[in-house]
Nanobody, 122 residues
Framework: QVRLVESGGGSVQAGGSLRLSCAVS?????KAWFRQAPGKEREGVAS????????YYADSVKGRFTISQDNSKNTLYLQMNSLKPEDTAMYYC??????????????????WGQGTQVTVSS
């Protein structure tokens, strides 16, 4: 059974940094990070393809967040710098075996973690 477990969330002040990790129980080629704030839809934050060269970011996080992975550890990362209060949300990692039709669309991924909370105060 595929399992994804996120960690690294917490509370920080605006301008601070956090690094999220997602441990995946087996190798799954396509992975992404999503977030969902209360009362809002789940939105794609960043995604990464198996070849490492293809990464995609939501406009709201470009230049501040970096997605990466360590395939030897089956672990996905999200480095978040210059955090803003509007980044406050539950962050989820997601994975799928098929090339996503919409790389930042939730329906493109079959497997999800339980989420880790990120809270940014002003």
């Amino acid at each position: 059974q595929v399992r994804l477990v996120e960690s690294g969330g917490g509370s920080v002040q605006a301008g601070g940094s956090l690094r999220l990790s997602c441990a995946v129980s087996e190798y799954i080629p396509y992975k992404a990070w999503f977030r969902q704030a209360p009362g809002k839809e789940r939105e794609g934050v960043a995604s990464i393809y198996p070849n490492f060269r293809n990464t995609y970011y939501a406009d709201s996080v470009k230049g501040r967040f970096t997605i990466s992975q360590d395939n030897s550890k089956n672990t996905l990362y999200l480095q978040m710098n210059s955090l803003k209060p509007e980044d406050t949300a539950m962050y989820y990692c997601a994975a799928g075996f098929l090339r996503p039709s919409d790389t930042l669309g939730p329906s493109s991924y079959n497997y999800w973690g339980q989420g880790t909370q990120v809270t940014v105060s002003s």
